[in-house]
Every structure is written in C-alpha cells, then in structure tokens.
C-alpha cells in the first residue's frame, strides 16, 4: 500500500507545485484533460475530473489552464446544438428517448466523440459542473460578464439540465443508470444555480429550489435523515423507492461546492456522520460506499479532500488537517497521487483480482491532484 514504511517525505508544500506540473503535462493542447495518462481507459477528458480540475487550477493562481479547459469543451457543445434541440423536442413531446442518445460524459483529447464505448455514458453531473466552474472561473477572474462566444453553449447545457434533470442517468462513478443520484442532483443545483446568479435568471433559481425540495421530499433516509445514496423510480413510474439505502461519500458535493445544504444543515449532518461511521477507513481514506467493488472499494484520495473541505466547513479544522496528511501519505516518490488506495479493511483477494486485470489504481489520477490543490487552498487562504 501507498504511504507505508516510506523512508522519504513529500510535504504539502511540495506536493503543491507537482500537483500543478502533472496537470499543465497532461492538458492537450486543445484543453482537455487527460483523466489519468498511465492507466488504460482513462486517457479521455471526462466533463465531471475535467471541471473539477479546472476548478483547481483557477484557485491555484493558472487560470489559463481551466480557461482553455472550459474552451475546449464550447465547441463540443455548439457541435451538438442540433442533437440537444432535438433532444428538446422530443421531451416536449413525451416521446422516450433511449439512454445512448443523451450526451456523452466523456471525449477525446482533441474534442471528438468517444463513440466506441459500450458503458453509460448518459451522466449529467458534469454538464452541471461545467456550468458552476465556469462562473467560478468568471468570478475568480473579477469578470462581472459572461463573453458572447460561450453564450449559445451556456444557453444549450442549461436548456438541457433544466429538461431532463428528473431522468435517472449514471451517477459519477459510471453506475446504476437506472436510478437518480443526490451527487449527480448536486451538480446540476450547482450549476443552473450559478448561471442563474450570474445571468440574473430568477426561473433557473426556481428550479434549484423545486431540486432541493426533490432531494429532500424523495431522498432522505425516512429515520435515519441522511441522504441516501440512490432512489429509482417505482414500477408505475410516478412514485420513487430507495435503490442503495446506504450512503455514497459523493453527497458531501451537496455541501461543498454546490450549497444545496451548509454544514451544520441537519440533513447534511446526518450525513456525514453516516460517511464517517460507514466510509472512514481506521487510518483516515473516505470510501466511495460499503459494497464498492472496484479494487475492493479502497480509498479514494479526492473523497478524502473532500471530506477534509466538508470538516472545515463543519468548523472541524483538525479534521481538515488530518485529511490533508493522509492525502500527502499516499503520494508515491515522483509525488503522484492515485485514484484510490488499499486499506486495513480491503479485501485482499478482490483486490489482487484488479490488479492482475489492470494493473495498480490508475496513477496519477489528476482528479486526485486537483483536489488535493482545492484542500490545501481552502486550509491556507
Ligand atoms: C470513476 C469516474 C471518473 C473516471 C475517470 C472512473 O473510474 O468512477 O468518477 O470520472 O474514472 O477518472
């Protein structure tokens, strides 16, 4: 396992610049960010690492980097303008639209559509975050209007989002297609909710409030008032069940950065009292959720800053520091952090079952990187 019985000692400090280099080094040219370079499968830009990313890059002083990401994915959308009024169309009617002809959640390096893959690609949260790092980047950078030349874009995604957040899509880990998602809601909420501020449109702060009064009428734990990781709609279609009862350590998005609910909100408390009774691992790592399979369902670094930006904003700065720490453990002796670490807790027979398939958890995973960066920035500034 990363961090153990290591005899050198990378710091924040140092991990800070590195973090930065391994993301300026895997940016094409044309924008995207490559997921991870080292790992087959992930040398695509993902809309949801991508913003994310870019995020990190605005709060660490290259706002030219995340300004060429969000650039990059403009034309993107303008290509799909036809697809997306039909798309519109087709809603308006009550006509069923397949999955596979939503928008993809990931593309090329260079811009063009990832068409060869077979798995769920209808994920919404990205759009949704693509929209909430755009107006971060806009406000970072002191600019009070968004240009003309990602107007029409901007317009599309929201169009998009504001019409089929209610679909039950893939959540961010690319799972459960048939169900609907707190994290994926929180990004979406995120993301009209920040369009509709910065473009003065009171009907898209509407619909972020019938979002939130969603979340809270269909997704909280009837006892137990956490938010619960799935629901999925009723065979009649009309009404909702819990799909995962569990809790996914993805809703600490419904805090930070989208504020659907603050810290101290008494569903989100349940919440991350719920993350740390079921996903904190003995050392500190947050787990993605209880029956995660993937590599035994090890620790994931970026859920772990997460958590720690969740803490400070909980008051709990201890906490926030100790995340930090593990995050900075894990970093291997070239300073690259991965997707995931094994734990006291994993299983060891799954695990070495991934391994043998594909190798160790994807390094360096810029996701990983970037949130490490938005860590440290919100424990220093
Ligand atoms: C994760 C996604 C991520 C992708 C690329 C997948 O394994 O589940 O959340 O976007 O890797 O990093």
Not at 95 to 107: A, G, K, V
Not at 252 to 261: A, T
Not at 346 to 360: K, N
Request: proline content about 4%.
């Amino acid at each position: 396992m990363n961090g153990q019985e290591q005899d050198w000692h990378i710091t924040a400090e140092q991990l800070t610049p590195i973090s930065k280099q391994l993301i300026i080094w895997n940016q094409h040219p044309s924008g995207g960010y490559t997921a991870c370079p080292l790992f087959a499968n992930y040398a695509y830009s993902w809309l949801r690492d991508g913003s994310f990313i870019a995020n990190a890059m605005d709060v660490s002083g290259e706002p030219e980097s995340a300004a060429d990401f969000y650039n990059w994915v403009n034309p993107i959308i303008l290509r799909m303008k036809t697809r997306i009024e039909l798309l519109l169309e087709r809603f308006e009617r009550g006509d069923s639209i397949e999955q596979h002809e939503f928008l993809h959640t990931r593309y090329q390096l260079d811009g063009r559509d990832d068409h060869n893959a077979e798995w769920g690609h209808f994920q919404l949260d990205g759009y949704g975050t693509w929209l909430w790092g755009l107006v971060e980047h806009y406000r970072i950078a002191g600019q009070t209007e968004m240009p003309e030349t990602i107007a029409d874009s901007v317009d599309l995604v929201v169009r998009y989002l504001c019409a089929f957040w209610e679909q039950p899509n893939f959540d961010c880990w690319e799972e459960r297609g048939d169900q609907l998602h707190p994290s994926t809601l929180a990004c979406i909420y995120g993301g009209l909710e920040a369009i509709g501020r910065f473009n003065g449109r009171t009907d898209l702060l509407e619909i972020c409030a019938q979002i939130k009064q969603f979340i809270v009428e269909h997704m909280v734990h009837p006892e137990r008032g956490y938010v619960v990781k799935s629901i999925q709609p009723t065979y009649t279609g009309n009404e909702y069940e819990i799909g995962y009862g569990g809790v996914d350590a993805s809703a600490l998005w419904l805090c930070e950065p989208f504020q659907v609910f603050a810290a101290d909100h008494p569903v989100m408390a349940a919440t991350i009292s719920k993350i740390e009774a079921d996903l904190k691992t003995t050392d500190g790592g947050i787990r993605r959720y209880s029956e995660d399979e993937y590599y035994g369902g090890g620790a994931w670094i970026l859920l772990t800053a997460w958590y720690g930006w969740v803490s400070l904003a909980s008051g709990k700065r201890l906490e926030a520091e100790q995340a930090l720490q593990w995050i900075v453990k894990q970093a291997d002796s070239l300073g690259r952090l991965p997707e995931q670490v094994a734990h006291a807790e994993t299983d060891s027979e799954v695990y070495q079952g991934w391994l043998s398939r594909l190798g160790t958890p994807a390094t360096p995973l810029l996701w990983s990187h970037a949130m490490f960066l938005v860590l440290n920035f919100q424990l220093v500034k």
